[in-house]
Antibody, heavy 117, light 110 residues
């Protein structure tokens, strides 16, 4: 059974940075493309970005609202996905989910990021 | 404003059949598979329908999906109280090079 466990969320001031992690188990992590999806309080789902497997180039793609501020990376030796969030804005406040990326089939439980002064 | 368009709400009584629509464009639904997710209150989204009409193991056959052109729909037959949830459609968008979602439909079982 695939398990994805996010961590690292919390309260951060506008303009600050935060790094989220997603620990994966039950899958061959180095073969899997991974994504981040977020959900603002009371709102719908919004795709943040993805990272391909290293065998497929390891490249990243980002949604327009976060491009240039967020960086997705992975450590295949630790089966862990990361989301480095910089220059945070109040509109980045959301629950952040990590998901498997090809078809968004497996989801973690999410971690809440609150951007507020 | 979401790229895919869903009605904000839907409702039905136990045992009824309800459908939820999802409208997109050539660059997303028109060119790629449609996926549906169920989000129960306070939980993460769950993979409900993939590749337009396929059900993952464990999803009851009361749930079905279809696609035609740039639109898709999710049908739930034999409605049950535990189906009360938010439902989202999604597809890859070739123009945006990213996943796009509908705004979500809140299903109420009366």
């Amino acid at each position: 059974e695939v398990q994805l466990v996010e961590s690292g969320g919390g309260l951060v001031k506008p303009g600050g940075s935060l790094r989220l992690s997603c620990a994966a188990s039950g899958l061959t992590f180095n073969n899997v493309w991974m994504s981040w999806v977020r959900q603002a309080p009371g709102k719908g789902l919004e795709w943040v970005g993805r990272i391909k497997s290293k065998t497929d180039g390891g490249t990243t793609d980002y949604a327009a609202p976060v491009k240039g501020r967020f960086i997705i990376s992975r450590d295949d030796s630790k089966n862990t996905l990361f989301l480095q969030m910089n220059s945070l804005k109040s509109e980045d406040t959301a629950v952040y989910y990590c998901t498997t990326a090809r078809e968004l089939e497996d989801w973690g439980q999410g971690t809440l990021v609150t951007v507020s002064s | 404003q979401s790229v895919l368009t869903q009605p904000p709400s839907a409702s039905g009584t136990p045992g009824q059949r309800v459908t939820i629509s999802c409208s997109g464009s050539r660059s997303n639904i028109g060119s790629n598979y449609v996926y549906w997710y169920q989000q129960l209150p306070g939980t993460a989204p769950k993979y409900l329908i993939y590749r337009n009409s396929q059900r993952p193991s464990g999803v009851p056959d009361r749930f079905s999906g279809s696609k035609s052109g740039t639109s898709a729909s999710l049908a739930i037959s034999g409605l049950r109280s535990e189906d009360e949830a938010d439902y989202y459609c999604a597809a890859w968008d070739d123009s945006l090079s990213g996943w796009v979602f509908g705004g979500g439909t809140k299903l109420t079982v009366l």
